[in-house]
């Protein structure tokens, strides 16, 4: 088995040079991918869990159709086959973009689905289209973050790739949770589902203009091919045999962290469009406000994030990430006291985008610093499943949970109850934050007084 090469550790940018970075192509279109990326998730999460609400579904039901969302969890069981693999037909583009480009064409397929089969055309038939469109989408991301990691030339140009993605992925999130609700509103929620899948052609134009990176597959060039007994072993095993081998027990612990770390994001997440509904909000009014507040928030977020990060280290920045995060997520809980007054919705939804922002920063600097080369779309696609896959799970019970408490305590005491546990459940993440950072800190030191050589 061939030994890869550990690349080198993203160092997190300011936001504002990701921006002056920008006039870089290659940023540019690491923001496109980014955006790419990011605009599928919420179409099959919160944002149709709103259109869902708006046809009258309960929400015990939005919250187990949320788990369409578990092709997520487990794209690392495919994983091999993006590293190892070129869609026939496609070569001339590279591995990594011929993946993009048959991954975006399903992805578009998919969305004009949804928008053509709607609540009305049954919860199996809309929920079969939005499966499809989040395995297409989970797949976009392996090749997006491989894309990525390997496409850096240098510790400084990964800082800025995995800042200007995380940019382009936030502000496709409030395209597909703010500006689809105003659109929406006026036109029908199958034209603004339409609308979306016309905006996943920044992808395609994206992953057209973006050059294949050349450094994994002089790695990969090396390695048998995945039909051989000794290429499938290495292709699926070496990935894992190589992550365990370089962190030793620390690997589990980290897993572990990283499975817990969005638990509050994840389990809140089918939740908090069918509130704004029961707030009584009109979607014109929750589109423009977290057009604005969300967007501020979204930038602000991002920027703490790269700060943390560079201030006080990776799990330092972490445990920081996780206390902002808890606390946004708590907040939501404000609203069902008072009420969604305008001033205190702003504000909320500045706070939860800046937290949420903030830490998915964080762990995505974090993540990206833990993979070997050779083995980037497996390894990364087995971390990001790790901190899905629990809360891909749990969240499918939220709707259940909010409908039991509010036989005792109202509809908004009990989103009141369960906003405010969900930013406790990422507890155990910090405490095991807390846990890793001392070990981390005594290998860097190690690492830095070793000979060179």
């Known amino acids: 088995m061939t030994t890869p090469a550990t690349p080198a550790k993203p160092k997190r940018p300011k936001l504002g040079e990701v921006l002056a970075s920008l006039k870089n192509p290659r940023v540019t279109v690491m923001l496109a991918l980014g955006f790419a990326s990011g605009l599928p998730f919420m179409l099959t999460a919160g944002t149709l869990g709103y259109w869902l609400?708006?046809?009258?579904?309960?929400?015990?039901?939005?919250?187990?159709?949320?788990?369409?969302?578990?092709?997520?969890?487990?794209?690392?069981l495919w994983a091999p086959i993006v590293d190892r693999v070129t869609?026939?037909?496609?070569?001339?583009?590279?591995?990594?973009?011929?993946?993009?480009?048959?991954t975006q064409a399903v992805l578009i397929a998919g969305l004009i689905a949804m928008a053509l089969i709607g609540p009305?055309?049954?919860?199996?038939?809309?929920?079969?289209?939005?499966?499809?469109?989040?395995f297409a989408s989970a797949t976009q991301d392996i090749a997006v973050d491989a894309l990525r990691i390997e496409a850096a030339e240098n510790e400084e140009e990964l800082g800025l790739f995995t800042g200007?993605?995380?940019?382009?992925?936030?502000?496709?999130?409030?395209?597909?949770?703010?500006?689809?609700?105003?659109?929406a509103q006026h036109l029908g929620w199958p034209i603004a589902y339409g609308f979306m899948a016309v905006l996943m052609l920044v992808g395609i134009a994206a992953s057209l203009l973006m050059k294949e990176p050349a450094r994994a597959e002089e790695v990969l060039a090396n390695q048998r091919p995945l039909w051989t007994p000794r290429g499938l072993f290495d292709s699926v095993a070496g990935p894992f045999v190589s992550f365990f081998t370089t962190y030793g027990w620390m690997a589990l612990v980290m897993l572990l962290m990283i499975t817990l770390y969005?638990?509050?994001?994840?389990?809140?997440?089918?939740?908090?469009?069918?509130?704004?509904?029961?707030?009584?909000?009109?979607?014109?009014?929750?589109?423009?406000?977290?057009?604005?507040?969300?967007?501020?928030?979204?930038?602000?977020?991002?920027?703490?994030?790269?700060?943390?990060?560079?201030?006080?280290?990776?799990?330092?920045?972490l445990i920081a990430?996780?206390?902002?995060?808890?606390?946004?997520?708590?907040?939501?809980?404000?609203?069902?006291?008072?009420?969604?007054?305008?001033?205190?919705?702003?504000?909320?939804m500045f706070f939860d985008n800046f937290g949420v922002g903030a830490a998915g920063v964080l762990l995505v600097t974090y993540m990206s610093s833990l993979t070997?080369?050779?083995?980037?779309?497996?390894?990364?696609?087995?971390?990001?499943?790790?901190?899905?896959?629990?809360?891909?799970?749990?969240?499918?019970?939220?709707?259940?949970?909010?409908?039991?408490l509010t036989a005792t305590h109202g509809l908004m005491g009990a989103y009141t109850i369960f906003f405010v546990g969900a930013g406790a459940v990422g507890l155990p993440a910090l405490v095991l934050c807390l846990l890793l950072e001392r070990p981390t800190r005594a290998r860097l030191e190690a690492a830095k007084a070793a000979p060179p050589g």
């Open 262 to 317: 969005r638990l509050p994001e994840f389990v809140m997440g089918p939740m908090a469009t069918p509130f704004y509904h029961d707030l009584g909000l009109a979607k014109d009014f929750v589109g423009g406000i977290r057009l604005s507040a969300g967007l501020a928030g979204t930038l602000c977020g991002i920027a703490a994030g790269g700060l943390l990060a560079a201030g006080l280290g990776r799990l330092r920045g």
């Open 164 to 183: 200007a993605y995380s940019l382009g992925y936030r502000l496709a999130i409030l395209a597909a949770d703010a500006f689809i609700l105003i659109a």
């Open 372 to 404: 070997s080369l050779g083995y980037t779309a497996t390894q990364y696609a087995l971390l990001s499943s790790t901190y899905t896959w629990v809360g891909k799970i749990a969240k499918g019970f939220s709707g259940a949970i909010v409908e039991g």
């Open 321 to 348: 990430g996780s206390v902002l995060q808890a606390l946004a997520v708590a907040s939501f809980s404000l609203l069902a006291i008072f009420g969604g007054h305008p001033q205190l919705f702003a504000a909320v």
């Open 53 to 76: 609400r708006d046809e009258g579904t309960s929400l015990k039901a939005i919250g187990f159709i949320s788990w369409v969302g578990l092709a997520y969890s487990f794209k690392f």
């Open 120 to 134: 009305q055309g049954g919860l199996a038939a809309l929920g079969a289209a939005a499966l499809v469109v989040a």
């Open 87 to 102: 869609p026939p037909g496609l070569g001339r583009f590279g591995r990594r973009r011929s993946w993009l480009l048959v």
